[in-house]
């Protein structure tokens, strides 16, 4: 098993900027894929940015030019620096990864989440 942990959301202006860090740990062989996703009310859950541990990026065209996703294959994190916040990008926000354990088999695992609101 592996748990995933967020930290870094809060409250912010528009305009501004936050950074969300999400750590991995527990019986990890290799984490392949991970990514942030968000949900905000009423709304489904939605694709942020993805990064493959070759550090190849993807991002939803709503957040292109201000998002920007990293991680440290060393450290099992990744991270996603907002600049530019709207409010439009206040939801909750969850960490992703697909991680492969030492029985071999791959599972996505989540995060419990960490709020982010963008004050007008």
């Known amino acids: 098993q592996a748990q995933l942990v967020e930290s870094g959301g809060g409250l912010v202006q528009a305009g501004g900027s936050l950074r969300l860090s999400c750590a991995a740990s527990?019986?990890?062989?290799?984490?392949?894929?991970m990514g942030w996703y968000r949900q905000a009310p009423g709304k489904e859950r939605e694709l942020v940015a993805t990064?493959?541990?070759?550090?190849?990026?993807n991002y939803a065209d709503s957040v292109k030019g201000r998002f920007t996703i990293s991680r440290d294959n060393a450290k099992n994190t990744v991270h996603l620096q907002m600049n530019t916040l709207k409010p439009e990008d206040t939801a909750v926000y969850y960490c992703?990864?697909?991680?492969?354990?030492?029985?071999?088999?791959?599972?996505?695992?989540w995060g419990q989440g960490t709020q982010v609101t963008v004050s007008s």
């Open positions: 527990g019986r990890i062989f290799i984490i392949n894929d």
């Open positions: 990064i493959t541990s070759g550090h190849s990026t």
């Open positions: 992703n990864a697909d991680i492969r354990g030492y029985s071999g088999g791959i599972r996505g695992y």
